[in-house]
């Protein structure tokens, strides 16, 4: 195109809008041509990951001997970015069982050794890597205990005296007691834990106590003695 063929040609070009306009000479038709560029709009949209949860638990009531009721305690188990709703255990010995509460109490009913596993889901699904833990489910030896008291007192030097082996413990429970006093066999085994003796005061008896729990296990105490000055 000449320039003199044309009155005016006028371009303008702006980063949102353009308008192209074509001027023809005098006495022609006039003709405008628009049109507009607009530039794109880019947005930055955040994409959320969700980050898995951990799972833990601490083991109480153990070691203990079957059959045991074992408290298993998951608290420590946490999602960094949420929440968890559902504690998936294995107990490992066949049950498994799914609660949203963060503990759970398990029965064992066989001694042995079992591989717990936790695994947790967070509140938008995401699971944890498994945790596992080691149960030992096996029979612990009774503890043999004695305490004594003057029950009464005689006029001829001795003394009625109590003895009471409550404070004997076992994990799962003592079925019987057997007493043995200077100079005498032990008593027959009997599921009370007490019984009285006479002494005389001032004089110093050795007493030992005997105990067996349902597993056949026992213990004795060691140089025990009763004493009423």
């Known amino acids: 195109m000449k320039i003199e063929e044309a009155s005016v040609i006028l ?3 702006a980063i949102v809008a353009a308008m192209l306009s074509f001027m023809l000479a005098p006495g022609e038709k006039q003709m405008t041509i628009g049109f507009e560029v607009v530039a794109p709009v880019v947005q930055a949209v955040p994409v959320y990951r969700n980050i898995a949860p951990v ?3 601490s083991v109480l009531s153990n ?3 079957a059959p045991c009721t074992v408290h298993l305690n998951a608290s420590g188990s946490y999602d960094p970015d949420g929440s968890i709703v559902r504690y998936e255990w294995d107990f490992g010995d066949g049950v498994r069982q799914s609660a949203n509460r963060n503990w759970i109490n398990h029965p064992f009913t066989r001694d042995r050794m079992y591989q717990v596993t936790l695994i947790v889901v967070d509140n938008r ?3 944890s890597r498994p945790y596992s833990q080691r149960v030992i489910i096996q029979n612990q030896r009774p503890t043999a205990c004695f305490t004594y008291n003057e029950f ?3 006029s001829d030097g001795f003394s009625l005296v109590e003895l009471d082996a409550s404070c004997s413990s076992d994990d799962v429970g003592i079925v019987w007691y057997s007493w043995t006093f200077p100079g005498c066999p032990p008593t027959i085994p009997t599921t009370k834990s007490w019984r009285t003796m006479t002494v005389q005061r001032g004089k110093l008896y050795y007493v030992d106590l005997t105990v067996c729990d349902n ?3 026992q213990d004795t ?3 025990g003695y ?3 000055p």
């Open 11 to 13: 371009i303008t070009i």
């Open 55 to 57: 799972a833990t638990f």
């Open 63 to 65: 070691p203990c001997g």
């Open 125 to 127: 699904g995401a699971t």
């Open 152 to 154: 009464q007192r005689y």
């Open 215 to 217: 597993k056949g296990f």
């Open 221 to 223: 105490t060691e140089a």
């Open 226 to 228: 009763v004493y009423v």
